[in-house]
């Protein structure tokens, strides 16, 4: 039925249409503090990881302390495992911009945002910059609690905030793995199994003892696990002193914790936005 | 100001498989026009609105809306068209406000504009009572209004509402007709609006397209549609199939067009009024017992069961006892 027979003519429309926008930087602020503002009236999304880093520092300090510190020449356990406790707050706490994106397109949110103007970077930042700031909350209240325990750090207050940077650093770079999930699957199943699935790399490493005191495979597993580069570079900073050495080392597997998340993120982005 | 048309041409989309959800559909929505889209479950309807607002890609065919192209000038289509689609996609834990000033600042206007913007929206749809009340405990039809407020937001000069009215209570179906009306008429808004239900196209509609099964099954102006099924009919009822079937075959040349629809019998004719005798004497003849006789003005619906074999309401799947004889 309905031929068309009409002849198909339009008027082509103005340029003067040129529509204005919002400046980008203003875009991933304002997406930022909407999911801050999602977050705390969903706190139960973050309380649990929360609990969870301050409890297995006191789990930690209270059945290792006595028993391992041979290797410590008089200095703190809770020092050396402290790191412990902010890199699995890290890798936990980095699926939470994941989660936030899962939310969106799971109520619908994601698409009404595609119908805008707005710019797939602060699609994408939003969320992580979210992500960065509970992290950054997180690693602070571990830090506190570690102070109230008696936390002491060679290098000052300095120590513990770059201990704090390396934490946002790790965590936010790692984001990038539960975003792509959430971006590819859209399924928060996946995203929240995405960011137990590098759990073990806290564990493959020195966690509980120096890495010259490891053996055989699990040696070799630390050794090419960039985990413990990290722990490497915060455990010197709180023992030792500013040892730039391991700090630089620590910030090359930062990087490369980081930056393949971030390639991967961004071809998820296009992925789930590009038409189908 | 763009052109303010949309224009469909041939527009095709495949789903997995060889499924084609919309099939090979054309039609031209003129500037300043309200355009019902009518069609049972699954017959395209969504698919069709996302294509055309920039959500899926065709398959295959062209579709410009507002003069732009929907493949290669996404960004200018999304400028001019305002979007409500049939999932609502609002985040539950938001306010009405922070939503509306969000799509407002996205869309470039200050935080000073988009509050002022948002506040009017508001009270258009009239929620400006409940501004505290997360979206996600607003009932289904506020979030169907609020949701309408945020494809109003920056002043779309074409509106896709995708089946707006759904889960409305009557009044506020009501308030939805009278707010399209005014946004058409005061605004010179082009809107384009599916439905399920055919009394909201015959309301509202200039022009209305019905799509079944992927295709366009017709397209014109209601009252022309009404019109060329001839007028009224007789619509006789019986207890049962074979004697329907029975008096269909002793009627069927004395009226233009005679259907049955289950077990009820359609005499589609002029004046019918005047054939009434004629049918009640022929049915006392092979003494055939009515159940009912009543006379109808043509509807919509029967628009579309002429055009579709089927009655309106029914889902796609039912394999209504329908058949046409003309
Ligand atoms: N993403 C998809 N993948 C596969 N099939 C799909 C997809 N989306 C829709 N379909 C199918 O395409 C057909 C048309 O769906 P569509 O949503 O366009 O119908 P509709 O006319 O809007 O129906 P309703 O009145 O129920 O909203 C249906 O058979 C549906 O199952
Ligand atoms: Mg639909």
Redesign the interface.
């Known amino acids: ?2 031929a ?1 027979t ?1 002849p ?1 003519t ?5 340029v003067s ?1 040129k ?4 400046p980008l930087w ?2 991933i602020t ?1 997406m930022t503090w ?1 999911n801050l ?2 977050i705390r ?2 706190p139960a999304s973050v309380i649990p990881g929360l609990m969870i880093s301050v409890f297995f520092l006191f789990i930690y300090e209270a059945s290792l302390s006595g028993a391992a510190t041979f290797f410590l020449a008089g200095q703190s356990y809770l020092a050396f495992i402290l790191p412990v406790s902010i890199i699995s707050a890290s890798l936990s706490g980095s699926g939470l911009a994941g989660q936030y994106i899962v ?2 397109i799971e ?12 710019s797939r970077i602060a699609l994408l930042s939003g969320p992580v910059f979210a992500g960065a700031f509970m992290l950054a909350v997180q690693t602070a209240l571990i830090l506190g609690v570690a102070m109230l325990m008696g936390l002491e750090s060679a290098t000052g207050f300095a120590g513990i905030l770059a201990v704090l940077g390396f934490g946002l650093l790790l965590g936010t770079g790692f984001a990038g793995f539960g975003v792509s999930v959430a971006l590819l699957t859209g399924s928060a199943a996946a995203t929240s199994g995405a960011s137990f699935a590098f759990f073990p790399l806290t564990f493959l490493t020195a966690t509980f003892v120096p890495i010259n005191l490891l053996e055989g495979w699990l040696k070799t597993a630390a050794e090419w696990n960039p985990i413990t580069y990290v722990l490497q570079a915060t455990r010197s900073i709180l023992l030792e002193g500013w040892n730039w050495e391991y700090i630089g080392q620590g910030l090359i597997a930062c990087a490369i914790l980081g930056v393949i998340p971030f390639v991967i993120s961004l071809w998820a982005l296009r992925q789930r936005t590009s ?2 | ?3 303010r ?1 949309i ?1 469909v ?1 041939n527009l095709k989309k495949r789903y997995e498989g060889d499924f084609y959800a919309v099939n090979d559909v ?3 929505v003129n500037a300043g026009e309200i355009f019902g889209f009518l069609g049972p479950n699954g017959a395209g309807k969504s698919t069709t609105v996302t294509m055309l ?5 065709p398959t295959s065919g062209k579709a ?1 809306v ?3 192209d929907i493949v290669h000038q ?3 289509v ?3 068209a305002g ?1 409500a ?1 049939q ?8 306010k009405s406000m ?1 939503l509306l000033v ?2 407002g ?4 206007m200050s935080r000073m504009d988009a509050i002022k913007r948002a506040k009017e929206l508001l009270e258009l749809v009239r929620l400006s009572e409940f501004t505290d009340r ?1 979206v996600g405990k607003y009932s289904g039809g506020m979030r169907r209004r609020l949701d309408l407020a ?1 494809a109003l937001v920056h002043k779309p000069e074409i509106l896709f509402l995708d089946e707006p009215t759904t889960g409305l209570d009557p009044a506020s179906r009501r308030d939805v007709w009278a707010e399209v009306r005014r946004l058409n008429v005061q605004e010179g808004m082009t809107i384009f609006l599916t439905t399920q239900y055919l009394e909201e196209a015959d309301e509202l509609a200039d022009r209305i ?1 019905i799509i079944n099964a992927g295709k ?4 014109g102006q209601p009252a022309e549609l009404k019109a060329a099924l001839g007028a009224e009919s007789i619509n006789v009822t019986f207890g049962d199939n074979p004697t329907v079937e029975k008096a269909r075959d002793a009627l069927q040349s004395m009226v233009d067009r005679a259907q049955i629809d289950r077990k009820t019998l359609r005499l589609y004719l002029q004046n019918a009024a005047y054939a009434i005798p004629n049918v009640v004497n022929k049915l006392n003849e092979l003494q055939l017992q009515p159940l009912s006789l009543t006379l109808t003005q043509p509807t919509l619906d029967d628009v579309f069961l002429q055009v579709t074999g089927q009655r309106f309401e029914e889902e796609t799947e039912d394999e209504a006892p329908v058949e046409a004889v003309a």
Do not use: C
């Open positions: 039925m309905t068309m009409k198909i339009q008027t082509t429309p103005s249409e529509a204005k926008s919002m203003k875009q304002m909407r503002v999602v009236r969903t939310r969106d109520n619908g949110y994601f698409d009404k945002l595609l119908l805008t103007p707005i038409r189908k | 100001m763009s052109s048309q224009i041409e054309s039609f031209l607002t920039t959500l899926a890609l410009h507002g003069g732009y996404a960004q200018q999304r400028r001019i979007v689609l999932d609502i996609g609002l985040d539950p834990v938001m922070e969000t799509q600042q996205l869309f470039g997360p945020m397209a366009i099954a017709v397209e």
